[in-house]
Every structure is written in structure tokens, then in C-alpha cells.
């Protein structure tokens, strides 16, 4: 099990950047894989960027050049750098670790959630 708390959100005019933090209540050294996923209003959430505890990454082609994940294991935290911001970019951003629950299956875990803005 693991708690998750997202910072960072905020309100930006387009074309400036944003960092957010996920911080994580335990180490994500060997969590299979971390995210960041969206929610705009009226739409259905979605991911925006994944790493996997080996460090592979995967991104929504709308934001690949322009936002970046990393992650810190010796602060167990996740980032979201978010470069060149659009006002489509405005959701609510989450953060999300799979951890494992037994062979073959794992568990989804989520943060509250961060509101990101961006002004035209």
C-alpha cells in the first residue's frame, strides 16, 4: 500500500512551464511503474506519462517534447516537468503507482489530484 500527495499545480499562462511533485508514503524503488495521468472536465481521465521502476518511459503523443517524468528514489518522489504549457494541458493532474498484489496482478493507487490551468 502506498499514499501518494501530488503539489505543484497551478495557474500559468500558456507557453510557461510547471513542475509538479508526487510524493510517495514508502519507497518506490521497486514499484513496477509510476504515472501521471489528466482528467479535464467533461472528459475521461488519461495517461500523460509513465515510467516503469526500470526507468522506461511512456508518453501521450499530445505532450511528448514538451513534458518530462523523472523520479528520485532517495526522495521517493515522482516528477511531472511540464514545458511549453497549452491551455488544452488544463486538467487535473493525478498520480499514479501500480504495485504488485500477488502473481499476475497489481494494484492501482492514486493521489487527490492537482488542478493545472492555462491561460490563454
Known amino acids: 500500500q502506498v499514499q501518494l500527495v501530488e503539489s505543484g499545480g497551478g495557474l500559468v499562462q500558456a507557453g510557461e512551464s510547471l513542475k509538479l511533485s508526487c510524493a510517495a508514503s514508502r519507497s518506490i524503488f521497486s514499484i513496477n511503474a509510476m504515472g501521471w495521468y489528466r482528467q479535464a472536465p467533461g472528459k475521461q481521465r488519461e495517461l500523460v506519462a509513465a515510467m516503469t521502476s526500470g526507468s522506461s518511459t511512456k508518453y501521450q503523443d499530445s505532450v511528448k517534447g514538451r513534458f518530462t517524468i523523472s523520479r528520485d528514489n532517495a526522495k521517493n518522489t515522482v516528477y511531472l516537468q511540464m514545458n511549453s504549457l497549452k491551455p488544452e494541458d488544463t486538467a487535473v493532474y493525478y498520480c499514479?503507482?501500480?504495485?504488485?498484489?500477488?502473481?499476475?496482478?497489481?494494484?492501482?493507487?492514486w493521489g487527490q489530484g492537482t488542478q493545472v490551468t492555462v491561460s490563454s
Open positions: 499514479a503507482a501500480d504495485i504488485v498484489a500477488g502473481p499476475g496482478t497489481s494494484h492501482r493507487y
